[in-house]
């Protein structure tokens, strides 16, 4: 059985990597292309409200999605599938309400956070599109974590695939209609794009669920409303919070860049141009490598969350020894592969070589990067199990 679950892991990461993969490299052709169309100015207009959407998935969906995903794989192996649809149900009501919350306040007060925040008059009609987005983005979250759960990693590759593909061809179709009009629209349309991704991608997810809902055997709940929604809350509230500080000081900082570049007498053109080619075009090369790992950590959560059901303290261990291993061996190399050829890459990717100076001293993030994500892997099912946390941190590798 310990063979087949881990089977199961390696299947399930190497669909979730290949998503990922497939996403990042298209995510590159898009941003290339968006590069070459409305400039590093315009990407850094982009990049200035992009952080902003990554903090409402923060508040709606970060916590959510790996409570569901860590439940749903405990329920699972107990056979308590009614218990599962009604934590699903009860986790999507709590995402939507959050959802409505910051959806309300990117729309209503756009203007607020354009000019006192972002100091940006140009993103007021980015920021309200945006709000549309978060609802979608709350529900197929959710419905996601449920899949996630039951080691189902089809459905959310495909999301995820889905997702990019509209969102890519909304931008590549109509920017020669947007681009003339300025880049505030230019801008408004990559938004657009996020909403009809978020859209399509959350449909997707529903229909998926309604129909794995149909063809599965469905037991008598035996828990109560209540006591569901509370362990939901008590396990998504940290991570909530941690991802939602995190996302707020990386806002903060990509806020603060633009201004600082500012201040040592840099125009508001310079000064969003090298934001744009630092956040818009080298950070996403840095991060590239991590799509493997990523999978990997999405994988672990409901793996773990199995062995712990069990008592299977041997399963854990080997599972830690070998994402650490692959940890290691993919940070020192991509480090090693920017730092040696930096202007190489950047010219392939943007044929602009002058990128490399920029790529080179952050090719030194990239173990420390992976070695974030591996903690944060296990640290989203062990978030309560200080001893079982104590178990991974000494186990042989």
């Given amino acids: 059985m310990g063979d087949r679950m881990y089977n199961r892991l390696v299947v399930g990461t190497l669909i979730l990597t290949i998503a990922n993969l497939l996403t990042k490299f298209m995510g590159f052709f898009y941003r290339v292309f968006m590069s070459n169309t409305i400039g590093a100015e315009g990407m850094g207009l982009y990049q200035l409200v992009f952080p902003l959407y990554l903090l409402a998935w923060s508040i709606t969906s970060a916590g959510l999605t790996t409570s569901i995903s860590h439940l749903t794989a405990k ?70 974590g449920y899949f996630l759960g039951l080691q189902n990693t089809w459905i959310p590759a495909l999301s995820q695939v889905l997702e990019q593909v509209i969102r890519i061809a909304v931008v590549y179709c109509f920017m020669t209609f947007f681009l003339p009009m300025g880049l505030t629209y230019a801008c408004a349309l990559a938004v657009l794009g996020v909403i009809l991704g978020e859209m399509t991608s959350c449909v997707f997810a529903i229909v998926a669920y309604q129909y794995t809902k149909r063809k599965k055997y469905m037991t008598t709940p035996n828990k109560r409303t209540i006591a569901i929604y509370k362990t939901i809350v008590a396990m998504a509230l940290p991570l909530s919070a941690t991802r939602i500080a995190s996302s707020l000081l990386s806002t903060i900082e990509n806020i603060l860049i633009p201004r600082q570049l500012a201040l040592f007498g840099q125009n508001t053109t310079e000064a969003l141009s090298q934001y744009g080619e630092l956040t818009g075009m080298i950070l996403p090369l840095i991060f590239l490598p991590s799509a493997c790992l990523m999978a990997a950590s999405i994988s672990l959560v409901p793996e773990l969350s199995e062995a712990s059901a069990v008592q299977h303290t ?17 940070g020192i190399g991509s480090a090693a592969l920017f730092a040696v050829y930096p202007k190489e890459i950047c010219y392939l990717v943007y044929s602009r070589q002058d990128l490399g100076n920029l790529l080179l001293p952050f090719a030194f993030l990239c173990p420390f990067y992976m070695v974030r994500l591996h903690h944060r892997a296990y640290s989203m099912v062990w978030v309560s199990k200080p001893s079982c946390f104590a178990t991974i941190c000494f186990c042989p590798f």
């Fill in 75 to 144: 329920e699972n192996i107990h056979g308590q599938t009614g218990n599962i649809h009604k934590l699903v149900k009860q986790a999507i009501s709590l995402a939507l309400g959050l959802s409505f919350v910051v959806a309300f306040i990117f729309f209503f007060y756009a203007e607020e956070i354009a000019l006192l925040v972002l100091k940006e008059e140009r993103t007021i009609l980015s920021l309200q599109l945006l709000a549309f987005a978060v609802p979608f983005m709350a529900i197929g979250s959710c419905i996601r």
């Fill in 314 to 330: 041997t399963r854990i261990q080997k599972t830690v020894s070998v994402t650490f291993l692959f940890t290691f061996i993919i």
